[in-house]
């Protein structure tokens, strides 16, 4: 059983189009954070989100943390060929925990 | 954050034998990590590799199968043993540099034929 579900699996958009990416538990997190991984390269952080409605902005990407803070969105404005990868949302599932959890992964490609 | 090295990059293994990883950190941490990322899949712990101690592994992960050292705060390595191609992953170092920021290497590529 996945702690962490991701949705959707697959997303292929054409380039300038908009696209949301959500993560979900039942589990109430300490913290998340959104990677993005090329192929051949590890995992690149994005953004961690800490407190519950907490909404994050990376130039086209926006981030938000639920209230409860069981899950989280990734919200990309006009996406481009450039943003093509895997996102991973993770987190620390129990308080003291370093080691994070990862959700399945959403591969996006966009289509210039 | 912190730069991450790992070497080798990939390796192409006969199964039954061994790869030794080497993960490399540019500054002390506390806390070094390593992952599988199986083909297509997302990241999965092994364990976590503690300084001065043996390392903690998580379900289904055992210490015979990959055994794990840490001699000191910017080093650790990680050995897959007897491998067989289901070994076929993406093996990745990783490290918290506080409780919010967690880097990783670039990984190694193994294939077991």
């Known amino acids: 059983t996945q702690l962490l579900e991701q949705s959707p699996q697959f997303l292929s958009i054409q380039e300038g189009e908009n696209l949301t990416v959500y993560c979900n538990s039942s589990?109430?997190?300490?913290?998340l954070q959104w990677y993005r991984q090329e192929p051949g390269e590890g995992p690149v952080l994005l953004v961690t989100v800490v407190t519950g409605g907490e909404v994050k902005k990376l130039k086209r990407l926006t981030f938000q943390f639920g209230d409860a803070r069981k899950d989280s969105s990734l919200h990309i404005t006009a996406a481009q060929p450039g943003d093509t990868g895997l996102y991973l949302c993770a987190a620390r599932m129990r308080t003291g925990r370093r080691a994070l959890t990862f959700g399945s992964g959403t591969r996006l490609q966009v289509q210039p | 954050s912190a730069v991450i090295s790992q070497k080798p990059s990939r390796d192409i293994c006969q199964r039954g034998t061994s790869l030794t990883i080497q993960c490399q950190v540019d500054?002390?941490?506390?806390?070094m990590f390593w992952y599988r990322q199986q083909p297509g899949q997302s990241l999965t712990l092994i364990a976590t590799a503690n300084q001065g101690s043996e390392a903690t592994y998580e379900s289904g992960f055992v210490i015979d199968k990959f055994p794990i050292s840490r001699p000191n705060l910017t080093f650790s390595t990680l050995t897959v043993s007897n491998m067989s191609p289901e070994d076929s992953s993406i093996y990745l170092c990783?490290?918290?540099?506080?409780?919010?920021?967690?880097?990783f290497g670039p990984g190694t590529r193994l294939t077991v034929t």
């Open positions: 589990s109430v997190f300490s913290s």
């Open positions: 990783s490290v918290a540099v506080s409780a919010y920021e967690q880097y």
């Open positions: 500054s002390q941490v506390t806390m």
